[in-house]
Every structure is written in structure tokens, then in C-alpha cells.
């Protein structure tokens, strides 16, 4: 069975990091692509980064571009979001998705996984 758990979320101040991770299991990790991707209340999910099957290539979303840094460990069937520099405005439920292309356009995503909670706050 496909499923995506999330970890890694909490509560941390302005400037602090957070390492978010996303376990997969139900399916080849290498196949696909993984998105991450937030919720904040009352606005629309947008995409946040994404990663493509070889690790090589990944793509951001202009706010956290230089700050946050998506990657994979195929060996533990795993992909990790470093995020430095954390703002007020990173708050949200962050989610990864697992979908055949590296996109921010969350259609594009078949599975995704529960989500985890980020808040950051003085």
C-alpha cells in the first residue's frame, strides 16, 4: 500500500530551522518525483519545492529560494526539507506528494501524505 508519512514539523522563532522529512513506502522511490508542499489557514495549498527521481535536479518556489533545500535518501526511502531562516510567513501544514514530474502544481501529484504542522513565531 502507497502511503507518505511526514515528521519533522514544530515550533520554532523567527531565523530558526526546521528539518522536515517525508518516508514513503508502497512503491520505488526512484521512480517518481516527490513534491513538498503547504497549506497556511484560510489560503490555497502552493507548492514549495520538488525533487526529481535522480536527486539531481529540484526546483523551488521564489520565496524560499536560497533558504530551504530539498533532497533524498534512497537508502531509507526518504526525502528531507531543510528549512533555514524561517520566516512568520513559512507557517503552514506542510505536505509531500509523490507524482510523475517535478512540479509546484499540485494536480500534477497522485499521493500525498497527511502533513505536518510548522509554525514559526516570537
Known amino acids: 500500500q502507497l502511503q507518505l508519512v511526514e515528521s519533522g514539523g514544530g515550533f520554532v522563532q523567527p531565523g530558526g530551522s526546521l528539518r522536515l522529512s517525508c518516508e514513503v513506502s508502497?512503491?520505488?522511490?526512484?521512480?517518481?518525483?516527490i513534491g513538498w508542499f503547504r497549506q497556511a489557514p484560510g489560503k490555497e495549498r502552493e507548492g514549495v519545492s520538488c525533487i526529481r527521481p535522480s536527486g539531481r535536479s529540484t526546483g523551488y518556489r521564489d520565496s524560499v529560494k536560497g533558504r530551504f533545500t530539498t533532497s533524498r535518501d534512497g537508502s531509507k526511502n526518504m526525502v528531507h526539507l531543510q528549512m533555514n531562516s524561517l520566516k512568520p510567513e513559512d507557517t503552514a501544514i506542510y505536505s509531500c506528494?509523490?507524482?510523475?514530474?517535478?512540479?509546484?502544481?499540485?494536480?500534477?501529484?497522485?499521493?500525498w501524505g497527511q502533513g505536518t504542522q510548522v509554525t514559526v513565531s516570537s
Open positions: 506528494a509523490v507524482g510523475k514530474w517535478c512540479t509546484l502544481t499540485d494536480r500534477l501529484y497522485d499521493h
Open positions: 508502497g512503491f520505488n522511490l526512484d521512480l517518481y518525483s
